[in-house]
């Protein structure tokens, strides 16, 4: 029987999951980015909800449906090359947004956020073939870094959901606390390299 302590754990690991913060990311992303037309904008709002919303909540129910287990204790060993099969569909859909907005016309910053965000997915799903890095703390971490560069430091108020992730994660045994340190780690280094070659780092 689960305790109270373990069932607040698995709200806080759903609620902070990272396949719903990098689609909210790109919303805010789209509509901080200048388009041609207000039409143009909006149909880049259907691309996200469909491609970066839709269908991966779609992809990860059916395998739920077939039986993957994509999110267990670490006494799963082999779970971290399992999770690429939920991963890797992500990764292939950023990556046709990317080539999208280089066939049409690249539109900063939401394309930095695609990049940064491709960059990170593709590390990360490296790191996971060998070893099991934290996917809610690299979730996280991508986020907070994201909306500081996008809407400035005053974001990074929301570092506060840090111990939260750690310690939920701790509690329900998914992780080491070296695996939550890789993935707190990893996003700023990539994505802050990233924005600087486009120059839109501001501070």
């Known amino acids: 029987m689960k305790s109270n302590s373990q069932r607040i754990a698995e709200s806080i690991s759903l609620a902070l999951n ?14 901080l980015t200048k388009f041609p037309t207000f039409e143009y904008q909006i149909k880049w709002v259907g ?18 449906y077939r039986g993957v287990v994509i999110d267990d204790t ?4 082999k779970l971290h090359r399992q999770r690429l099969k939920a991963l890797i569909p992500i990764i292939m859909i950023i990556a046709l947004e990317i080539i999208l907005m280089l066939i049409f016309q690249k539109y900063n910053p939401l394309f930095a956020v695609f990049i940064g965000s491709f960059v990170v997915s593709v590390i990360s799903g490296i790191i996971s073939y060998f070893w099991k890095i934290s996917a809610h703390m690299i979730g996280i ?4 870094t994201l909306l500081t560069l996008l ?5 990074l108020w929301s570092v506060v959901f ?7 994660r701790l509690k329900l045994h998914r992780h080491t606390l070296l695996q939550l340190l890789v993935g707190f780690i990893v996003p700023p280094v990539v994505i802050l390299i990233v924005f600087n070659y486009f120059n839109l780092v501001r501070w």
């Open 18 to 31: 990272p396949f719903f913060l990098l689609p909210f990311v790109f919303i805010i992303a789209l509509f």
């Open 47 to 64: 691309v996200i909800f469909i491609a970066n919303m839709f269908i991966p909540f779609l992809w990860i129910s059916y395998l739920d």
């Open 74 to 77: 670490l006494a799963h060993h």
């Open 141 to 144: 971490s991508t986020t907070i």
């Open 151 to 155: 809407l400035g430091t005053w974001v």
């Open 162 to 168: 840090i111990p939260a992730i750690i310690w939920a």
